[in-house]
């Protein structure tokens, strides 16, 4: 069967092309989110400055530019999934991004994702940045609740959620381009406390013969699943201004039984340094006057003027 020129154009205009956009950076995590479009159907380009973490991706269907400046030229959308914000900037440098729709999900601080929002609309590309609230074997699947937060222009973030949501959910958060990162960070950081927690607890069962960590384990994650009610209280009571509200464990008391975990953790031979710090703020905070408080106190000693 033949079909003359003017068939295949025909066909070619009612066939509807493939979404496509450009990817640079093929760590694990860009690699996850190439492979995510890729399986969705998109057409994607990719650059990374060593090629060769390239080839993976186009055995399935990615095309490999031979520069940054080729991989932007091919598509409206741009992704930046590289190193750190300075590797973006390294990396853009001279590329003419006249009309580009630039989505950073570079990990990097609020600050920079401001200045960078600043850099790009100065090159003439619209700017979204986004922080990234997975690993990337939660990528591509829904149902492990990964997410990322973007913020910046709307306007990019409407015309290309379509495309963004593939890989993982979105959560668009206002037009200010460091919140993205801002709320990254700050959920990180939580995580951190909690694993520090975590890591102090463990340290403290390891070694006894008649508790057995896949027993205590369980036991931990429940407790802190029970506690996590309090961060809508802390958050209620921030908001208010009155952070005795509702208190039903105060700072004087959390005090008073500081020299137990300490002792506690000296019997077992294990330093208490993961805790100290904290123990420490809440001394302060009670000395300061505020012992019937409950833990949204503590936010006061870390923000300056702001005194309860």
């Keep these: 069967m033949t079909h003359n020129t003017s068939d295949v154009a025909s066909a070619s205009r009612t066939l509807p092309s493939l979404p496509s956009l450009t990817l640079l950076g093929l760590g694990d995590m860009g690699s996850a989110f190439a492979r995510a479009w890729l399986a969705a159907g998109y057409s994607v380009t990719v650059w990374n400055r060593t090629a060769s973490r390239a080839e993976p991706l186009v055995a399935e269907g990615?095309?490999?530019?031979?520069?940054?400046?080729?991989?932007?030229a091919a598509n409206t959308l741009v992704v930046t999934c590289l190193l750190d914000d300075a590797s973006v900037g390294e990396t853009l440098e001279g590329v003419d991004l006249s009309g580009k729709d630039l989505v950073d999900i570079t990990t990097g601080t609020p600050a920079q994702a401001r200045a960078r929002g600043e850099w790009a609309e100065?090159?003439?590309?619209?700017?979204?940045?986004?922080?990234?609230?997975?690993?990337?074997?939660?990528?591509?699947?829904?149902?492990?609740?990964?997410?990322?937060?973007?913020?910046?222009?709307?306007?990019?973030?409407?015309?290309?959620?379509?495309?963004?949501?593939?890989?993982?959910g979105t959560r668009f958060v206002g037009t200010d381009a460091?919140?993205?990162?801002?709320?990254?960070?700050?959920?990180?950081?939580?995580?951190?406390?909690?694993?520090?927690?975590?890591?102090?607890a463990f340290a403290l069962v390891l070694g006894e013969e008649?508790?057995?960590?896949?027993?205590?384990?369980?036991?931990?994650?429940?407790?802190?699943?029970?506690?996590?009610?309090?961060?809508?209280?802390?958050?209620?009571?921030?908001?208010?201004?009155?952070?005795?509200?509702?208190?039903?464990?105060?700072?004087?008391?959390?005090?008073?039984?500081?020299?137990?975990?300490v002792g506690t953790a000296h019997e077992q031979g294990v330093?208490?340094?993961?805790?100290?710090?904290?123990?420490?703020?809440?001394?302060?905070?009670?000395?300061?006057?505020?012992?019937?408080?409950?833990f949204a106190g503590m936010v006061g000693l870390l923000v300056p003027g702001d005194q309860g």
Excluded: C, N
């Design 178 to 200: 460091g919140h993205a990162a801002l709320q990254d960070v700050a959920l990180l950081s939580g995580m951190y406390g909690t694993l520090a927690g975590v890591t102090h």
């Design 122 to 168: 100065g090159r003439g590309a619209r700017f979204l940045s986004g922080g990234i609230m997975a690993v990337p074997p939660m990528i591509g699947v829904p149902e492990a609740g990964g997410y990322v937060f973007y913020s910046g222009s709307h306007e990019v973030f409407g015309a290309h959620r379509a495309a963004l949501a593939v890989p993982v």
């Design 62 to 72: 990615a095309t490999l530019a031979a520069s940054a400046a080729e991989a932007v």
């Design 271 to 294: 330093s208490p340094e993961l805790l100290t710090p904290y123990f420490e703020l809440m001394k302060r905070r009670v000395e300061d006057g505020h012992g019937a408080e409950g």
């Design 210 to 261: 008649e508790i057995a960590l896949k027993e205590f384990a369980p036991l931990l994650s429940g407790w802190l699943t029970a506690m996590a009610a309090s961060v809508e209280q802390i958050a209620g009571q921030l908001e208010s201004g009155d952070y005795t509200s509702d208190v039903v464990s105060s700072l004087a008391m959390q005090v008073a039984g500081i020299k137990t975990f």
